[in-house]
Each structure stands twice: as C-alpha cells, then as structure tokens.
C-alpha cells in the first residue's frame, strides 16, 4: 500500500490537487482511496457528489470517505464513548453536552488514523490519499498517538491500565464502564502506534505540501515542512497552485505578477532539493470529476511514476546538545564556504551570492543565538545555543 496526504494553509487548494491525484491514479487502474480528515469536509464539493462516513466507489478504481468522528466513535470504539458519556453524566452534564463532550481531544484526528490502520491492515487499496485538515491540525494528527496517550494518562492515573479490576467494581456500582473502556482504550492506542510507524516508514508514505506564491502562504508552508521533518515525516514534494499567468498584466495585475515572480523565486530557493510541481490558476471555480482530471493532468504533465516516492532524503535536522542545538541543513550544489548565516526571531537565513533560503526553526530556538558554523559539503551545521 502506498499513502500520500496533502497538506497546507486552508484555502490554498489542497482538496481540489488532493482529488485530482487520486481520480489520475484511479483512472490509471491502481484500486485508489481518498480519505477527507477535513472537518469542513470541502471533498464532496470538489466531487461534486454526497460522500459518507464510509468509502463509497465514485468511479471506476475511486473510492471516497469523509471522516466523522461521532459515526466512527459509535462504530469502532462505542465503550470508549460510553465510557465518556457516562462518567460525564455521573458528574451532571447535560445529556447533549455530554455526547458533544464524548469525544477524546483530537478523536477527530484520530479517526482518520484508525480508519488507515484498518486498510493497512487489510490491504483494501493500492493507495491512499489523505485530504487532511489545515497544517495545524495536520501536525496535530502526525503526533496525535503521544498526545492523546499522555491525555488519558492524567485523566485515568495508575500503572498503564492496572486498574482494569477497580473498573469492573466500578461498572457494578455506577454503571459507569470503566474497564470496558480501558480495555479498548489500550487497544485503541496499540494501533495509532503502529499507523505512527506507517506514516513515518517512507517507503510507505510521504506528505505532498500544497501552497500559493503569497507571502504568508510560504512562510506557513516553510515552518511546516521544518515540523514534518523533525517528527520523521518524508515530504516529497511541493505543489504550488493558482500561478497567474503573465496574460493577466493585461487586466491590471502588473504588481501581484511582479510579487509572484519574487515569491516563485523563493520558493525554488526555499524547498530546493524537494520536486516542485506548478499549477497555473485555472479562471474558474473547480469541481467535478472532468475539471479535476485536466488538473491531475496538468499538474504533473506526462509523469508516470507520480503516486510513487519523489524524494526521500532529510535535509534539515535539528539536535539536542549541550546548552543548546545543532541545526544541520543540506546545501546542494554549494561548493565553497562563500556564504554567510544569520537568525532573525526563529528564522535562520543563509545568504549565498545574491540568493537567501530562509529556513523556519522551531518556535523555542527563537531565544537561541548563532554561536558558529562549520561547511563540509553538502552539509552546513550551525550551532545555536542559549
């Protein structure tokens, strides 16, 4: 099984290219999922057909699913939401309240995770294609398993799940089901673990970041594939949508052109060595299987192997040491030491010639300075200490 998931800034068209590569890879006869972890569940619309919380064939070798947490809740892990509902109520929640409270923080997130572990298990699809929710929430799904663990740990304190015994005495005396949903809670958490490790085998899988040539835009998109590569994530390439043609200075765009040539720019110099695939601005709104399939076409032009892996490498690295970080960054084609580097809040700028690549640090290192530096090509290591 192959799965790729796009992500980017809300608006910049992740669904629609999302959509578009998995009807081109249906059309090319692989058995293809596409999987919307998108609350806003905008996949139905660019479609342009109902979808429902279970997949559902659209086309030939097409299947589609949009996520909802409370049908998958009632499906696949009903005590661990009786077991909410209920120790809710004991507390005197109202029963509406109760049932919106049911939900695990980030159970919309791992919804989408457990569905995946179900198909990877059962090798239902060729590949999978994650229409995922905006960057925040995708990174928030990425290390979901860790944080929803540590969740349940300090609302159910004790050794793992040691108290499985006091749980059965408990359902006795409150009807509360304490053990049932610890039971499934263990399991629950045994196989976000094991898609964790799908998600970060990159043989298997890799993110696709989806942006468009507008400063905030890049600047979201920079900081994401800095946090995708230090949670072990493979990105294989970067999608940039909606490029105004040079036609449109004819109807008053002369500045937006001229900010779009710079921001094209730094986006070959920000995501270098990643494949960068373009897409024109299209004049239209798109939705619909015919419109979505010129995009699959247009976006990758005669490329065949482009459900497969396009990169797989690790340029930027960032590790602990003492009093501080080293921060190791791959610079291909740099032959020489003819650079300088500089850090601006949790930006670090390397200069080379006329050329600048910006590489967003983690939010922390903004109170790290650069200490040094040192070249061996095509590795530049800086030291940031506090």
Known sequence: MRIILFTGKGGVGKTTLAAATALRSAQSGTKTLILSTDPAHSLSDALDQELTPEPQEIAPNLFAQEVDVYYSMKKHWENVRQLMLATFRFQGVENVVAEELSALPGM???????????????????????????????????????????????????????????????????????????????????????????????EISSIRVVLNPERMVIREAKRALTYLQLYGYNVDAVLVNRILPEAARAGGFEQYLDQQADYLEEIEQSFQPLPI??????????????????????????????????????????????????????????????????KYGDELVVSIGNQRRTIALPRFANYLQVEGYTFEAPWLEVQLKR
């Open 108 to 202: 919309e997130e791992a919804s989408a995770f457990l569905w995946l572990e179900e198909y990877h298990r059962e090798g239902l699809y060729d590949l999978i294609v994650i229409d995922s929710a905006p960057t925040g929430e995708t990174l928030s799904l990425l290390s979901l398993p860790q944080v929803t663990q540590s969740w349940v740990m300090k609302a159910f304190p004790g050794q793992r799940f040691a108290m499985k015994g006091f749980g059965a005495m408990v359902r006795g005396m409150t009807g509360i089901p304490l053990d049932y949903g610890l039971d499934e809670l263990e399991r629950l958490f045994d196989k976000l673990e094991r898609i964790q490790k799908v998600m970060q085998d990159p």
């Open 277 to 342: 695939f373009k897409l024109p601005h299209q004049g239209r709104e798109v939705f619909g299987q015919s419109l979505l399939q010129e995009i699959g076409q247009s976006l990758y032009g005669g490329r065949k192997d482009f459900t497969e892996v396009l990169y797989q490498d690790k340029p930027f690295e960032l590790r602990e040491i003492t009093g501080g970080y080293t921060a190791r960054l791959k610079l291909p084609f740099v032959q020489d030491k003819d650079f300088t580097v500089n």
